[in-house]
C-alpha cells in the first residue's frame, strides 16, 4: 500500500521559514516525479514545485528564488524549503508522487503565514 505522509507544516509569521518533508512508503523505484501542490480556502489547487528523473527542480513564478524542493537519493523522501514566506503562501499543502502513470497524493499539511 502507497503512503505518502508530510510533516512541517505550521503557523509562522511573514517573513519566516519552514520545511515541509513527504516520506514515501510502499513504492522504492519507477517514481516518474515528486510534487507538491498547495491549496488555500475556496481556491483550486494549483501546483508549486516539481522535480522529474532529470533531477531539476522547478516552481511556479510565485514562489521562484523563496522555495527549494530536494529529494533524498533514493526518491522516498521531498523536501519543500520554504523561505520569506507571504500570508498570501497560506494553504494546506500536498505532495504528489507519479509512478508508472498513477498519481499519489499524502493528506496535506497547513500552513498558515500571519503575523
Known amino acids: 500500500q502507497v503512503q505518502l505522509v508530510e510533516s512541517g507544516g505550521g503557523l509562522v509569521q511573514p517573513g519566516g521559514s519552514l520545511r515541509l518533508s513527504c516520506a514515501v512508503a510502499?513504492?522504492?523505484?519507477?517514481?516518474?516525479?515528486m510534487n507538491w501542490y498547495r491549496q488555500a480556502p475556496g481556491e483550486q489547487r494549483e501546483f508549486v514545485a516539481g522535480?522529474?528523473?532529470?533531477?531539476?527542480?522547478y516552481y511556479i513564478d510565485s514562489v521562484k528564488g523563496r522555495f527549494s524542493l530536494s529529494t533524498n537519493s533514493a526518491k522516498t523522501t521531498s523536501y519543500l524549503q520554504m523561505n520569506s514566506l507571504k500570508p498570501e503562501d497560506t494553504a494546506i499543502y500536498y505532495c504528489?508522487?507519479?509512478?508508472?502513470?498513477?498519481?499519489?497524493w499524502g493528506q496535506g499539511t497547513q500552513v498558515t503565514v500571519s503575523s
Open positions: 504528489n508522487v507519479n509512478r508508472l502513470g498513477n498519481r499519489y
Open positions: 510502499g513504492i522504492s523505484d519507477s517514481i516518474n516525479g
Open positions: 522535480i522529474t528523473n532529470s533531477n531539476v527542480p
